[in-house]
């Protein structure tokens, strides 16, 4: 669907030439949910924006659905960005315009007939649940609702492909994930492809099938999400995910050990089983558990427990033995 074909994109910052991006190779699938991550200022949404040309490619190729776009002009570039949508940050509404008027700007521009626009527009504000907001105008939206409306805009076109940047930045956490939800149902009742720039982990774990993770202009790991997430392989990758998994015990808390603090991070089947209780009982020692969650990815489990192991020294170390051969990681991270 978009092939990157070790695209490269530079600015000229006074004598200085910028990589924004530097020999991004993979390709995105018709029907993928596909997160690009990565800190502020990695090449995220440069990188984005070269799929419809809002960013000119400076070397490689950009290929959608089989053809280059990097040369495009006139009424072959205007006919590439119809099918494809974009939603931003910040929704950039007209904030003149109501929010039929907002969306019938595309229909508009496209050429569509009035009476096309009119029932297009019904039936967008429909899908999007504003079917009363059709006369407000974007200052008395809330946030999502603001979001909903550029969803429809982007949308208006028969889009192929939806390009969403930080769509969810701005939002609180319940909007974000009506939003995300809006996203995932686009995906999978209208077959629309949807790419996802963010540096919100916790974004592309909730809807997306395949993740690239970008650093310092440069794709460093790309696959699917949830082996990229439970077993990441680049150590820029590993340190951005370990900022999700990290937590600090108080220091009262650690005084008060008579044991050692074991971190285990669970995979697969193994985070629904009664690992910890198992060992209890089979080594005699006893589980506090100071931090821990379970969460899915898509449909398959991963979790991460923080414990504190009391008990003689001889079972401790054959209880972590056996933690370390039935989990995907179980390392003592304080010994007391």
Do not use: W
């Not at 018709?30 to 990565?38: A, C, E, N, P, Q």
């Not at 008027?101 to 009476?115: D, M």
């Not at 390009?163 to 969810?168: A, F, G, V």
């Not at 650690?254 to 009664?274: D, F, H, Q, R, T």
């Amino acid at each position: 669907m978009v092939e990157f074909k070790n695209t490269g994109v530079t600015f000229k910052q006074k004598r200085n030439i910028i990589k924004a991006v530097s020999g991004a190779s993979f390709t995105i699938e018709k029907g993928d949910i596909f997160g690009i991550v990565g800190g502020s200022g990695a090449g995220k949404s440069t990188l984005l924006r070269t799929i419809n040309l809002l960013q000119p490619v400076t070397t490689g190729d950009v290929l959608v659905k089989g053809k280059s776009v990097v040369n495009l002009k006139g009424k072959a570039l205007r006919n590439l960005r119809q099918n494809i949508g974009m939603i931003f940050q910040h929704f950039n509404l007209a904030e003149n315009k109501t929010v039929s008027q907002n969306i019938a700007f595309v229909l508009e521009t496209a050429g569509h007939k009035r009476s096309e626009i009119k029932s297009r527009i019904k039936e967008l504000l429909e899908f999007v649940n504003l079917s009363d907001k059709a006369n407000a105008y974007p200052s008395k939206l809330s946030g999502g609702q603001k979001q909903r409306v550029a969803i429809a805009r982007a949308l208006a076109n028969n889009t192929e492909i939806l390009l969403c940047d930080e769509p969810t930045s701005a939002l609180d956490v319940e909007t974000t994930a009506s939003v995300l939800a809006l996203l995932k149902e686009i995906n999978q009742r209208l077959g629309i492809t949807v790419i996802i720039i963010t540096h919100e982990l916790e974004v592309v774990k909730a809807i997306c099938n395949r993740v690239a993770v970008m650093s310092e202009a440069e794709i460093v790991e790309i696959g699917n999400v949830y082996e990229v997430f439970t077993n990441p392989q680049h150590q820029f990758t590993k340190q951005l995910i370990s900022h999700t998994q990290r937590f600090d015990v108080p220091q009262e808390i650690l005084n008060k050990l008579s044991g050692p603090l074991v971190k285990i991070i669970y995979k697969g089947e193994k985070a629904a089983e009664a690992i910890l209780s198992d060992t209890a009982e089979k080594f005699g020692v006893r589980y506090n558990i100071l931090h821990g969650k379970i969460e899915y990815i898509g449909t398959n489990p991963t979790g991460i427990l923080y414990v504190n192991i009391i008990g003689t020294q001889e079972n401790i170390l054959l209880a972590i033995k056996e933690l370390e051969e039935k989990t995907q990681k179980a390392e003592v991270i304080l010994s007391a």
